[in-house]
Nanobody, 122 residues
Framework: QVQLVESGGGLVQAGGSLRLSCVASGRTFSRFAMGWFRQAPGKEREFVAAISGGSTYYADSVKGRFTISRDNAKNTVYLQMNSLKPEDTAVYYC?????????????????WGQGTQVTVSS
């Protein structure tokens, strides 16, 4: 069993930055593919970014603005969000997949955090 705890959300003005963190329990963190998803009110949960091995993947809407990274020694995955826009407002979720390779399909992830709210004001 893996538990994920996100932090770092908050209220920021458009153009600002936030860094989300997700700490995972367990000693096998390095073997998990990790992803970030988000869900805005009235919308489905959507893929944001993922990381596995040395590869990273991004949704087109955040490419060039967001960066996903991980520190296996700290069991932590990060999402650095720059040039934030009001449309980035959502609850952001960390997810873990017990496979080597990441995917943008939320149904392929085995564990989820509780989410952290990100609000971008215009």
């Amino acid at each position: 069993q893996v538990q994920l705890v996100e932090s770092g959300g908050g209220l920021v003005q458009a153009g600002g930055s936030l860094r989300l963190s997700c700490v995972a329990s367990g000693r096998t963190f390095s073997r998990f593919a990790m992803g970030w998803f988000r869900q805005a009110p009235g919308k489905e949960r959507e893929f944001v970014a993922a990381i596995s091995g040395g590869s990273t993947y991004y949704a087109d809407s955040v490419k060039g603005r967001f960066t996903i990274s991980r520190d296996n020694a700290k069991n932590t995955v990060y999402l650095q969000m720059n040039s934030l826009k009001p449309e980035d407002t959502a609850v952001y979720y960390c997810a873990a997949r017990d496979r080597m390779w990441a995917t943008n399909d939320r149904n392929q992830y085995d564990y989820w955090g509780q989410g952290t709210q990100v609000t971008v004001s215009s």
